[in-house]
């Protein structure tokens, strides 16, 4: 009994220490200026990891390089690797990224009013990922599609799969998105700002369902915020980007009690929480050292 405990923990522990995502040193250029600076980031599995910084710091650039969906035009990737658990996603062409997106990673898109089509009903849209990703007849991508966006919390499924993009809600669109994220259930899931322009109660309802899906699909999660009180409440660690570059990374719980980098310190003193009410935010200086301690 003791002996079957003591593998069961051993077991759980190397489970918890599988890497998923590993990016080393990735510097991304455009115009022969930088966007990212040495930026490295690792996500073990089932973790849910925070992405924290201003706008522009380079946090959707970094999401989109783990996609390969870069606008080639536009940037570049000049040196560094991102494995996804022992494959080097850099190395591979558009064909084998396309069987990768969806079924080992998938991404929530900031704004889901612009991700879906405005043109086809929502149950067409989640049918498309079956069909392409798990090669489903229509009856049975219909019947997963229903589960899925029952899990994810859309009153009477059978109805909603049948309506169009503008005929829910932000909050329902929401759910879609990560009911099409999780259709195939990939590894990590990058949710990049998902409860942009939402109510308090619908962005506490909508992060309880990725946090809920994480342990039950032991997936690994990149969230991408600004809100720092999500970061704290359920995210495991955090990585605080500025101007390209990752200045402190750390469990959250030690961020938050003891953060390091001079800027890690002013970005957790403008939250609202710990100033009195009424009293003017701190501002966030232009500039900081990317050394500093």
Do not use: W
């Not at 798990?134 to 966006?149: F, H």
């Amino acid at each position: 009994m003791f002996n079957n405990f003591i593998q069961y923990l051993f077991k759980s522990m190397n489970e918890n220490n599988i890497e998923i995502l590993n990016i080393q040193k990735l510097n991304i250029s455009t115009f022969n200026n930088k966007i990212l600076n040495n930026v490295s980031l690792k996500i073990h599995k089932g973790e849910m990891i925070g992405l924290v910084g201003e706008s522009g710091s380079g946090k959707s650039v970094t999401a989109l390089s783990i996609l390969a969906l870069l606008d080639e035009k536009a940037m570049k990737i000049d040196t560094g690797k991102i494995f996804l658990s022992n494959e080097n996603i850099l190395e591979k062409n558009e064909k084998e990224m396309q069987e990768i997106r969806g079924n080992k990673i998938s991404m929530i898109f900031q704004e889901p009013m612009t991700s879906l089509n405005p043109v086809f009903t929502i149950g067409d849209q989640i049918n498309e990922v079956h069909s392409i990703h798990n090669n489903l007849n229509r009856d049975k991508a219909n019947e997963l599609t229903i589960s899925l966006l029952d899990k994810v919390g859309i009153p009477n499924p059978e109805i909603s799969i049948k309506k169009y993009p503008h005929q829910l809600s932000g909050g329902q669109r929401q759910r879609v998105m990560i009911a099409m994220a999780l259709s195939c259930r990939p590894k990590l899931l990058i949710a990049d700002e998902p409860t942009t322009a939402l109510d308090v109660i619908v962005q506490a309802q909508i992060l309880k369902i990725i946090n809920d899906l994480r342990k039950e699909l032991e997936m690994s999660v990149l969230l991408i915020t600004h809100d720092l009180g999500v970061v704290q409440d359920y995210c495991d660690r955090v990585y605080v980007m500025y101007k390209g570059r990752i200045l402190e990374n750390s469990k959250t719980k030690d961020l938050f009690s003891k953060p390091k980098h001079s800027y890690t310190k002013d970005l957790l003193n403008t939250r609202p929480a710990v100033n009195p009410p009424g009293k003017e935010l701190p501002i966030i200086k232009e500039d900081y050292s990317f050394d500093d301690e």
